[in-house]
């Protein structure tokens, strides 16, 4: 089984994340990034190559940061340690400070046992699948020893957060003044970061889940536990909530009322936003083939047009980098604006939202009625045979015709899981019964002729 998942390499800490590991990984990204012309005329310059090393609050984070930057010391690779910070601003301070690479450590939403490595090459972007495995693949070949003067440096980088809350100030197209905002940190890694810059961008602000220890990251707060925060706004009057999961790379809201408010709904409304002023590259968004069937309908009401990518946030990066496109995202909330980040980032599209109700003038639920939400249902269906989920006949048949009923008011979705013997069938209609209806049926169809 590959190390690397969809996002780095994650498990249980101290289980299959050792520190051993920790180190190894370390030491074979020395050798695999530490290749190519740019790392070639650093030495040759007499410069050790610099990487930067940072983490969200959880217990396990301290030990496998240290293995981490004792990894890359070992192989002559000075480290700036950052500590505690969210990944984008990791992937941020990789560009900020022009090292060679940076190393976050995190398991993002995620429990607190459980933890992760992820990897970004110079410019603080993600790593391809093939780099990748050229770095698993090195972990059981020969490790960079320097001695002497040439072992690399482990120095606090002190002024980490101050750069990034600055880059994060100098995006915003418009100040916060005037608005309250209920942020819940998820006892992550943006506990100290988020509630400062929102309070440096004017706006009034109440904290939960800002109160780290090591264990409760994650735990019942954040962006996957959204009940919290919806009671903390109704019950300060605030005017927003803004939810970050435990590396803070996503953004959820809540309106006045305690309405959620998801990623498909903040895409839509910084879409508009952003084509109004002109910095809409294209007049394009790009998103998943998960996002609901109203985001597609109200950005082509808004001229925008949407594409559409496998689940992933590395499918949505691949697709704007590919094409220089300035926004795209997940349902999830992982939105990612490529003019100021490589990677989604929770503060940065919690701040811009924030930035419009401020400049428009207007509320949350305001903005986020330019797109209705179409009920959207989801089924696993299990112990079927997912590799013929698209060459079956008679549940491809089943698919069209519910398509064909559906027409223009609704979708629907086959998607064979990766990694078990899943697939999972999804139905969007303009109403839940609707929606449940053919989601059964197709359901029915899928166990019955994919049965194991």
Same mark, same amino acid.
């Given at each position: 089984?590959?190390?690397?998942? @969809? ?102 939403? !995620? ?180 996002? !609901? ?48 980040? @490589? ?36 089924? !696993? ?27 223009? @008011? ?43």
């Amino acid at each position: 089984m590959p190390l690397f998942g @969809t996002d780095g390499v994650r498990g249980l800490a101290n289980g299959h994340l050792t520190a051993d590991l920790a180190l190894s990984l370390a030491q074979a990204t020395a050798v695999v990034l530490g290749q190519g012309r740019t790392a070639e005329a650093r030495r040759a310059a007499g410069r050790r190559l610099t990487a930067v090393v940072a983490r969200d609050p959880r217990i396990s984070g301290e030990f496998l940061s240290a293995a981490v930057a004792a990894g890359l010391a070992s192989s002559g690779v000075d480290v700036l340690e950052a500590g505690v910070l969210p990944t984008p601003a990791a992937a941020f301070l990789v560009a900020d400070r022009d090292a060679d690479f940076g190393v976050m450590v995190s398991a993002s939403h !995620n429990p607190a046992p459980d933890n992760g490595i992820k990897i970004f090459a110079r410019g603080g972007v993600k790593l391809p699948d093939v780099v990748e495995q050229r770095i698993e693949a090195a972990m059981s070949g020969p490790k960079l020893q320097p001695t002497g003067a040439a072992v690399g440096r482990i120095q606090r980088f002190s002024d980490a957060e101050d750069r990034y809350v600055i880059h994060l100030l100098g995006s915003l197209p418009h100040r916060l003044d005037g608005i309250h905002v209920v942020l819940d940190c998820a006892n992550g890694a943006a506990s100290g970061v988020s509630p400062e810059t929102f309070r440096d961008a004017g706006a009034r602000v109440t904290i939960i889940g800002a109160d780290p220890d090591g264990l409760n990251i994650n735990d019942g707060v954040g962006s996957t536990h959204l009940d919290q925060l919806a009671a903390a706004v109704v019950a300060h009057g605030a005017d927003v909530g803004i939810a970050h999961d435990g590396d803070a790379d996503r953004c959820l809201a809540v309106d006045a009322a305690g309405r959620v408010v998801d990623g498909d709904q903040i895409m839509a409304i910084l879409a508009i936003a952003m084509k109004e002023r002109g910095e809409l590259a294209d007049d394009t968004l790009v998103a998943t083939v998960m996002s !609901n069937l109203g985001l597609r309908v109200a950005m082509r009401e808004h001229g925008i047009e949407l594409v559409q990518t496998k689940v992933g946030d590395r499918y949505v990066l691949e697709a704007m980098n590919g094409a220089g496109y300035a926004l795209g995202g997940e349902q999830s909330g992982h939105v990612i604006m490529s003019r100021y980040a @490589t990677t989604g980032d929770g503060l940065l599209t919690g701040l811009h939202l924030v930035a419009e109700m401020a400049h428009q003038g207007k509320t949350l639920a305001e903005l986020a009625s330019v797109m209705t939400v179409y009920p959207q249902v989801l089924v !696993n269906v299990k112990d079927v045979d997912r590799e013929r989920c698209a060459d079956d006949e008679v549940v491809q048949a089943a698919v069209a015709a519910v398509a064909d009923e559906l027409g223009d @008011t609704g979708r629907v979705l086959l998607r064979p899981s990766g990694t078990e013997p899943v697939v999972r069938v999804m139905v969007e209609a303009v109403d839940e019964p609707t929606a449940q209806r053919h989601v059964g049926a197709l359901a029915d169809v899928v166990r019955t002729q994919l049965a194991l």
